[in-house]
T-cell receptor, first 113, second 116 residues
Framework: RKEVEQDPGPFNVPEGATVAFNCTYS??????FFWYRQDCRKEPKLLMS???SGNEDGRFTAQLNRASQYISLLIRDSKLSDSATYLC??????????????FGKGTHLIIQP | DTGVSQDPRHKITKRGQNVTFRCDPI?????LYWYRQTLGQGPEFLTY????????KSRLLSDRFSAERPKGSFSTLEIQRTEQGDSAMYLC??????????????FGSGTRLTVV
């Protein structure tokens, strides 16, 4: 089983729609979770961290279910500029603290006018 | 510019040649990471430095790959005897440890390597 699994898509969604991405992770000891956004031929950029209580940032909502080892991202009122690849990311930990990130393959989102 | 910078942005090399990439992290960050990303994949962890010490290397980092961070500031990643399978985007990231300053990972723009 891969450490972080995502549906690669592509998701073709009309502008203004709501879209949800899911991700599962295999290491139950994982402690920090993130969603990154990556535009074509660019570096990944942090979209938001994911907290157990769920968190929201404008049109974006992230949820974490530790029991099911499942992370989600919801985008409401999608914009053309939301078109990108969304990477589910789990922090890797050693005894000294975080020592890097494990990425899913990414989910490709295309917002259509 | 206070971000992570990588040089060069693009590199085309012939198979069998050696290449070296450089990463300058955010100056306050003592942790530095190298990742490799191929088309359709997420970034894959290669190696990690805390200050000048290389603390972990992925099995993806074959004997042809070597990374250094001699003074705990910038880092270099060298690939010897390049192969076509080395063609990828090489990403550098830096971070501060949790609880020390603003915690988070910042990526550079990457070096895109094409081996022909």
């Amino acid at each position: 089983r891969k450490e972080v699994e995502q549906d690669p898509g592509p998701f073709n969604v009309p502008e203004g729609a709501t879209v949800a991405f899911n991700c599962t992770y295999s290491n139950s000891a994982s402690q920090s979770f993130f969603w990154y956004r990556q535009d074509c031929r660019k570096e990944p950029k942090l979209l938001m961290s994911v907290y157990s209580s769920g968190n929201e940032d404008g049109r974006f909502t992230a949820q974490l279910n530790r029991a099911s080892q499942y992370i989600s991202l919801l985008i409401r009122d999608s914009k053309l500029s939301d078109s990108a690849t969304y990477l589910c990311v789990v922090a890797r930990y050693s005894g000294g603290g975080a020592d890097g990130l494990t990425f899913g393959k990414g989910t490709h989102l295309i917002i259509q006018p | 510019d206070t971000g992570v910078s990588q040089d060069p942005r693009h590199k085309i090399t012939k198979r069998g040649q050696n290449v070296t990439f450089r990463c300058d992290p955010i100056s306050e960050h003592n942790r530095l990471y190298w990742y490799r990303q191929t088309l359709g994949q997420g970034p894959e962890f290669l190696t990690y430095f805390q200050n000048e010490a290389q603390l972990e290397k992925s099995r993806l980092l074959s004997d042809r790959f070597s990374a250094e961070r001699p003074k705990g500031s910038f880092s270099t990643l060298e690939i010897q005897r390049t192969e076509q399978g080395d063609s990828a985007m090489y990403l550098c990231a830096s971070s501060s440890p949790p609880g020390q300053g603003e915690y988070g990972y910042t990526f550079g723009s990457g070096t895109r390597l094409t081996v022909v």
